[in-house]
C-alpha cells in the first residue's frame, strides 16, 4: 500500500481470545509519533500469543498457545491478513515463540518443553506436520517452575547459521543445528541454577547476547562465537533497582540498532527498566526503570527505525508506545491503543 511514496507501516498484535482477545489484530502505524491505530482483527486460532513475519513481509505465522499446539500462516496483504491453509499440529503444546529459520518455521513449545521444525512450503504455508520435534531434557532447582523442560524462545543468531533456544526449566540455552528437517543440539550452555531464562536478544556487534531471566530477575551477558556456535556467561545484572516489593517476572528484551541500550520489561513490577551497555555490549548497567503503561507487560519490541519501543500490557489490554530518548534510550510515553489481552507486537 502507498503512503507518500512509501510502503505503509503495519503493527500486527498477538492476544489470548481464551482471555477476551480478538485474535490477530493489524494496526497502522504513524512514522512520525510512533501510534498504533487498529484497524482489524483476525480471529483464525486460539491464543495466537506470538507472531513473526516472513524475511519478505509477505507472510504472517501465528502459534496457537494451546494444549494442542498449532501454528497458522497468513498472507498480508493491503486489507487484513488472510489464512493460508488450516493451522498445522506442532507435536508440541503451548507453544510461546516461534521465529523463520532455513526455510522453516520453529516453535518453543513451553508445556512439552520441545522445539518443533515445520517446512515452508514454496508458496509460504506449511507442510501437513512437523518434521522434527526436539525434546530437551533437564530440570532446574525452583520445583513449582523448573521440574521439566520448558523451551520458551528459539530464534536465530545473527548469521542465520544457528538457531538459539532458551529454556527456563532447565536453565540453559541451546545452540542448534538445522540439516534439511532435522533439528540437532551442538552445545549446550548452563546458566546460573534457579535463573529462569526467559528470551534472548543480540548485541548488532555479534559478538554478545543477552538473556533475561524471569526467576531472577536479572540479565546474563553472554560471549557469542559464532563460528564455534558457542555461548559462554560472563556478567549478569539485576534489571531492577533493589529487592522487588512482590511479584517480579521479566517477559521481553530488545537492544537498540547501536548496541547502546538494552530494555527489558518486568510484569508485577509493571516497569520498562533502561540499561546501558559499553562500546564492546560485555558490560551493562541499570540507569532507569519508568512504568510501562499498563499491568502485566507480556512483550517488549523495538520498532524498526529503533525510535519506538512498544509494550505489550497483557492484564490491562492495551499497547503503549515509547518515544525512545537517543541519548538516554529512556523511553517516554507516546500513548496507548486498546488491545486486550495483548501478547506481543510484531511489524511487517
Not at 494496526?27 to 510512533?34: E, I, L, N, P, Y
Not at 538459539?164 to 543440539?185: K, M
Not at 492495551?318 to 525512545?324: L, N, S, Y
Request: charged letters at 15%; glycine letters at 14%.
Amino acid at each position: 500500500m502507498a503512503d507518500g511514496g512509501r510502503r505503509q507501516q503495519r503493527a500486527y498484535i498477538g492476544s489470548f481470545t481464551a482471555a477476551g482477545g480478538r485474535g490477530v489484530l493489524t494496526a497502522a502505524v504513524d512514522r512520525d509519533t510512533g501510534a498504533l491505530t487498529v484497524l482489524g482483527a483476525v480471529d483464525g486460532v486460539p491464543d495466537p500469543s506470538y507472531l513473526a513475519v516472513s524475511p519478505d513481509r509477505d507472510l504472517l505465522y501465528a502459534v496457537s498457545e494451546t494444549a494442542q499446539g498449532a501454528v497458522a500462516a497468513y498472507r498480508l496483504n493491503a486489507a487484513e491478513p488472510e489464512l493460508v491453509g488450516p493451522p498445522t499440529r506442532i507435536g508440541g503444546s503451548g507453544p510461546t515463540h516461534l521465529t523463520v529459520f532455513g526455510g522453516h518455521v520453529l516453535t518453543a513449545n513451553y508445556d512439552s518443553g520441545s522445539v518443533s521444525v515445520l517446512p515452508v512450503t514454496p508458496g509460504g504455508g506449511l507442510a501437513g506436520a512437523a518434521s522434527c520435534v526436539l525434546r530437551h531434557q533437564g530440570s532446574g532447582p525452583f520445583t513449582p517452575r523448573q521440574q521439566t523442560p520448558h523451551a520458551h524462545q528459539v530464534q536465530p543468531d545473527p548469521t542465520g547459521r544457528w538457531a538459539v533456544s532458551v529454556d527456563l526449566g532447565t536453565d540453559s540455552v541451546r545452540v542448534c543445528a538445522l540439516d534439511g528437517g532435522t533439528l540437532t543440539v551442538h552445545r549446550e550452555t548452563a546458566l546460573r541454577p534457579g535463573s529462569g531464562p526467559r528470551h534472548l536478544a543480540f548485541h548488532p556487534g555479534g559478538g554478545h547476547a543477552y538473556v533475561l531471566n524471569e526467576l531472577a530477575p536479572t540479565v546474563t551477558v553472554c560471549r557469542w562465537d559464532a563460528a564455534e556456535g558457542s555461548l559462554r556467561p560472563v556478567a549478569e545484572t539485576a534489571v531492577l533497582p533493589g529487592a522487588p516489593d512482590g511479584d517480579a517476572f521479566p517477559s521481553g528484551i530488545a537492544v537498540s540498532p547501536d548496541g547502546r541500550f538494552v530494555w527489558a520489561a518486568t510484569r508485577g513490577q509493571d516497569v520498562v527498566s533502561v540499561l546501558t551497555a559499553d562500546a564492546s555490549g560485555k558490560s551493562l548497567r541499570l540507569v532507569a526503570t519508568v512504568p510501562c503503561g499498563g499491568v502485566w507487560p507480556r512483550a517488549l519490541t523495538l520498532d524498526p527505525s529503533g525510535r519506538f519501543l512498544y509494550a505489550a500490557n497483557e492484564r490491562s489490554g492495551d499497547v503503549t508506545w515509547f518515544v525512545v530518548d537517543p541519548d538516554t534510550g529512556v523511553p517516554r510515553r507516546g500513548g496507548s491503543v486498546p488491545a486486550p489481552a495483548a501478547s506481543c507486537v510484531v511489524f511487517g
